[in-house]
């Protein structure tokens, strides 16, 4: 519902600042995509596949290249051996001493992969995605039967969001530029009161926008006269995050639990800790802890979790 702009004028400067969660990282996941950045976004500049997509990919099918075949076989993406005349590598899989592809160097299993994407007709409905949906690739990949893991496109989701691979998608540069024929405003300016572009609306208790195309965070943060930094805390995400349309953006801290009547929610395919705490309202950091769960944790199809 709409809420009357007075109250959120007056609402706006009331504001605290709260710590932003979730921020462990892995040392070997850092050190793998120092490695391997620039090969994930050759491959995205000849076969068009989100380099954010492949870095994830990578990490997480070869434990950030310390996988058995990671280090015997070159094979950082988890290939079987499906019509393939190259050389082999054995691994207990899905079934005992299943055969994978084996490559001479990463390089050559990072072009395999992108040609195992782009040559089945299964994945082509990925390319109509654009590169910085990787929510939908991430979805798509296990709809399509990239892995049979119920939880693996959240766990790309996840690692992507966590290790902000996104920037290396080469739209991502493209969309957060600011549009020029957009008008802006800052509660300071000259002392003039706030003009909104924007209606407001109000749910969970808590006052927000909704993400127009091309919106960054940096311009909703000066349209509304906030500080960026602080609307990022606001919305556990960092002041880069590649918002998408139809995202709701908080304008207030959230609350440390969910109002009645949501007590409890069942994770879907393509959710992480940080979108369903959007979608009520919750803090990350009080998700994770009503969850006992640590950060690293990562939400799988089917799991339930507890909002209050």
Known sequence: MKIDIRYVYMILFSFA????????????????????????IQQERKHNIPASIT????LLESGAGTSFLATTAKNHFGI???????????????IPNECFRKYNNVADSYEDHSLFLTERPRYARLFALKKTDYKGWAKGLQEYGYATDKGYANKLIDIIERYQLY????????????????????????????????DIFKTHGLIYVVVRNDDTL????NELGFNAKKLSKFNDIPVNYPLQEGDIIYLE?????????HYFHVVKVGESMHSISQRYGVRVKNLYKMNKQK??????????????
């Open 55 to 58: 870095l994830a990919q990578g």
């Open 295 to 308: 950060a690293t944790y990562v939400p799988v199809e089917g799991d339930m979790l507890k909002l209050r």
């Open 253 to 261: 801290k959230k609350k440390t639990k969910a109002l009645q009547p």
């Open 218 to 221: 940096t311009e909703l943060a």
């Open 17 to 40: 600042i709260v710590c932003s969660t979730n921020s462990q990282r892995n040392a070997a996941f850092e050190k793998y995509i120092s490695t391997y950045s620039q090969m994930a």
């Open 167 to 198: 920037q290396y998608t080469s739209d991502y540069q493209v969309i957060r530029r600011p549009t020029p024929d957009r008008t802006t405003r800052t509660a300071t300016n000259n002392n003039l009161p706030i003009v909104f572009t924007r």
């Open 80 to 94: 079987k051996c499906h019509d393939w005349t190259g050389a082999r590598a054995y691994k207990d899989a899905e």
